[in-house]
C-alpha cells in the first residue's frame, strides 16, 4: 500500500520557517519525482515545487522562488520543503504527491501574526 505521510505544519509569525516532511512507503521511493502541492482557503491547487527521482533538478512556483527548497532522502525515504520568510499568503494545506498521482493527507500550515 502506497502512504505519503506529511509533518512538520503549524502556526508561525510572519518571517518565519518551517520544514515539512513527508514519509513515504509502499512503492520505490527513489525511482519517483516528487512534489509538493498546497491549497489555500478558498483557492485550487497549486504545485509549489517539484524534484526528480535523484534530487537532481527542482523547479519552484513564482510565488516561492527564493524562499522554498525542495529536497529529497531516499535513504530514508523522505521528501521535504524548506519554507522560509513565510507570509501569510503561504497559509495553505500542503499536500505531498507522486509522480505517480498518490496524495498524503496535507499539513496544515498558517502563517499570522
Known amino acids: 500500500e502506497v502512504r505519503l505521510v506529511e509533518s512538520g505544519g503549524g502556526l508561525v509569525q510572519p518571517g518565519g520557517s518551517l520544514r515539512l516532511s513527508c514519509a513515504a512507503s509502499?512503492?520505490?521511493?527513489?525511482?519517483?519525482?516528487m512534489a509538493w502541492v498546497r491549497q489555500a482557503p478558498g483557492k485550487g491547487l497549486e504545485l509549489v515545487s517539484f524534484?526528480?527521482?535523484?534530487?537532481?533538478?527542482?523547479s519552484y512556483a513564482d510565488s516561492v522562488k527564493g524562499r522554498f527548497t525542495i529536497s529529497r532522502d531516499n535513504a530514508k525515504k523522505t521528501l521535504f520543503l524548506q519554507m522560509n520568510s513565510l507570509k501569510p499568503e503561504d497559509t495553505a494545506v500542503y499536500y505531498c504527491?507522486?509522480?505517480?498521482?498518490?496524495w498524503g493527507q496535507g499539513t496544515q500550515v498558517t502563517v499570522s501574526s
Open positions: 504527491a507522486s509522480g505517480f498521482g498518490s
Open positions: 524534484t526528480n527521482s535523484d534530487g537532481s533538478s527542482t
Open positions: 509502499g512503492f520505490t521511493f527513489r525511482d519517483n519525482s
